[in-house]
């Protein structure tokens, strides 16, 4: 049996190794457009914009910016102490998507410290946490459980700061309160744009901060001249916005869209029906005017999405949508209002390439070879092919464990 056993293990390797050339032949394109539903764009009639992330793109200087700057709000404002300002932003420490639980300082480390897989499935009674134990959207679970998912690209900063200070604390041996430390991060990344020291610094030297892209205007202009409406609905203020468009659109860029709305307040933009919209003048200044039509070349300021329909009429299937937040941008507009939406994931094109790599389709393609292999040989239960078997799973093991320094590896027009 273990002659039979390691024979079709070579012929697997054997069929593996000339599979690998005609998987290469066939790989993805990083920069194709990919859907999961079907769609003419013959039938979108109106095309909608997020700003940040979505028609402009920034450099690798931001997250260091907002980092450093939430940092010393934390230092100056709450009281934290100096030393952590030792700490640097490391772009390559966190991901979109991951969940934070506040209770246990849990992120996928503690501190700046990886928690091993094993420590995690223990604390959590297995690998699969109920999802009336997770929270929502705002960070809190009905169960009274405090984890909170970050899904923005301006989050990341955020949740490497939550990490630098656990560190600090946690090799210090101070006791403090989670709760307390991750509403302090919170609220001092909120700072960094609500007191608008992120926007005075990118307005100062825009060219540092925001990656040109002309081919921005090009599509927008071709939109234009196929007679297609345009609208964009930013959560960020008017002043940044119009020098950011006059930067990578030009200065007549409001004459593209035919509704601008700015500090929009999404997701509360998308739900909450009681907010009017207040027209925004050239200097800035908010007008009291009650708004019966939305025109071309205004601004306007906050509102809600069931105002937009009703003065717009834009509603349903010939409306599309794009933005960078799976859920603030996108998924209560197609779950509600019918609306098509488009998700710009700058990480895809960084994970594409990685799977494009020779040695990544090399490693995937035996991983499933040697997964299939042991399903259809685990009948044989004598100790000599157990022990085969044993070695098979130790080899699929470390293979998956291969997989993980790959991804690490950033070229996904995020800042690094």
């Keep these: ?191 960094v744009h609500i007191k608008g020291i992120m926007y005075r610094a990118i307005e100062a030297d825009i060219e540092k901060y925001i990656c040109y892209a002309e081919q921005t205007r090009a599509v927008l202009a071709k939109l234009a001249d196929h007679g297609k409406k345009m609208f964009l609905i930013t959560n960020s203020p008017s002043s940044f916005v119009d020098k950011g468009m006059k930067f990578i659109v030009g200065k007549d860029w409001r004459d593209l869209f035919d509704v601008v709305i700015v500090q929009a307040d999404k997701p509360n933009f998308f739900n909450d029906k009681r907010r009017p919209f207040r027209k925004v003048n050239e200097r800035g200044v908010l007008l009291w005017d009650k708004i019966h039509k939305l025109q071309k070349g205004q601004i306007y300021k906050q509102g809600n999405l069931y105002e937009f329909l009703k003065l717009t009429g834009w509603r349903g299937s010939k409306v599309l949508y794009f933005g960078d937040h799976i859920y603030s941008d996108l998924a209560d507009l197609t779950l509600k209002h019918g609306w098509r939406t488009g998700a710009i994931i700058p990480e895809l094109r960084s994970e594409i390439k990685i799977m494009n790599t020779e040695k990544y389709i090399q490693t995937m393609t035996w991983l499933q070879t040697l997964t299939g292999l042991l399903e259809h040989m685990q009948v044989h239960r004598d100790p000599d092919s157990q022990t085969i078997l044993e070695e098979w799973k130790k080899e699929r093991k470390e293979m998956r464990h291969v997989k993980t320094p790959l991804r690490h590896r950033r070229d996904d027009g995020l800042p690094k």
């Excluded at 997020?50 to 709450?78: G, M």
């Excluded at 679970?141 to 560190?167: R, W």
């Design 1 to 191: 049996m273990k002659s039979y056993l390691w024979s079709r293990y070579k012929e697997a390797k054997r069929v593996t190794k000339e599979l690998v050339p005609s998987i290469m032949s066939n790989m993805l394109n990083p920069d194709a457009i990919f859907s999961n539903n079907e769609m003419s764009l013959s039938d979108i009639e109106i095309y909608g914009f997020d700003y940040d992330y979505t028609l402009v793109f920034y450099s690798k200087h931001l997250h260091t910016l907002i980092f450093n700057a939430a940092r010393d709000l934390l230092i100056n404002e709450h009281r934290y102490p100096a030393e952590i300002r030792k700490y640097d932003y490391d772009p390559n420490f966190a991901i979109r998507g991951l969940h934070y639980d506040v209770h246990r300082l849990m992120l996928f480390s503690r501190g700046l410290s990886v928690v091993p897989d094993e420590e995690v499935i223990a604390m959590y009674d297995g690998s699969h946490v109920p999802l009336e134990q997770m929270s929502d959207f705002y960070g809190k679970s009905s169960q009274g459980n405090t984890m909170k998912q970050f899904m923005d690209i301006f989050s990341l900063p955020e949740m490497t700061l939550l990490s630098c200070v656990n560190e600090y604390f946690l090799k210090n041996n101070i006791d403090y309160e989670p709760v307390h430390l991750y509403k302090d991060v919170k609220d001092s990344i909120r700072d």
